[in-house]
């Protein structure tokens, strides 16, 4: 193996990602307000919308991790978010991006790592590509996040899953981001911090390298299935092992 490409998960690997129920309920004025804004009324109290929200939004989960695979944001509103409630399915599916993009901001409450720029400089002056793969719903979150950061520009690719339609840890979306730069997956590594998508998803595609960088919040769903190759806490650390591997 000659390693050639970094590939990095974003929420929870370069930025430390938490949530409460507390925050969540929160959010839902919020939410509440951007319905209205497009028409759409929920003739239900916070607490009832917030309910319905949160049960709507774990079965997609569910859905999501059983399948791998990512429906587009009117179908998550439509058949899974909003089922059962007598709305306008045409309005929720004009409005469902920004609908997922607002959830997805403020369910999560996001970190950045600091020491991630510093850290993309030095592989990149390595001499290894860099990418970026995710697991995300809304279209348009990520991208602006990177932005946000101020490191967008380090990333070539970025796969979503909501654009390629599957996700980690099916490991074509592995396969599809190898291809991307023109390599052979057991010369591509993965940093992740999960255990059941991003370290079993880069076992499974044939990556050459996989590494878990702990974030330290506990989901609340199974995640075994597999051997890191290195544990990390800080991204700092990731320097020396991808120096012994190229």
Known sequence: MALNAVFFDI??????????PEQRFQSISGLKQLLLSEGIELEICDADIFEKISKGYLKYRH??????????????????????????????????????YYLEENFYQREFRTEVPQVLGAIKNLGLRIGL???ICSRGLVPDNLRKYRIKDFFEPV??????????????????????????????AYVGDRIARDIVG???AGFGLAVQIINDFDHGED????????????????????????
């Open 11 to 20: 929420g929870g690997t370069l930025e430390r990602s938490w949530y409460t």
């Open 63 to 100: 859905f999501a991790i059983d399948t791998m695979v990512e429906l587009a944001t009117d179908r998550v509103w439509n058949e899974f978010i909003l089922a059962g409630l007598k709305l306008d399915k045409e309005k929720i599916s004009t409005v469902s991006e920004k609908l997922m």
């Open 133 to 135: 793969i995710s697991n």
């Open 159 to 188: 796969i979503l899953s909501s654009v390629f339609g599957r996700r980690k840890p099916d490991p074509v979306i592995f396969q599809h981001a190898a291809n991307l730069v023109n390599l052979p997956v057991e010369d591509c």
């Open 202 to 204: 880069a076992r499974q």
């Open 223 to 246: 995640d075994t299935g597999a051997e890191p190759d290195a544990i990390i806490y800080q991204m700092t650390e990731l320097l020396e092992i991808l120096k012994q591997k190229i």
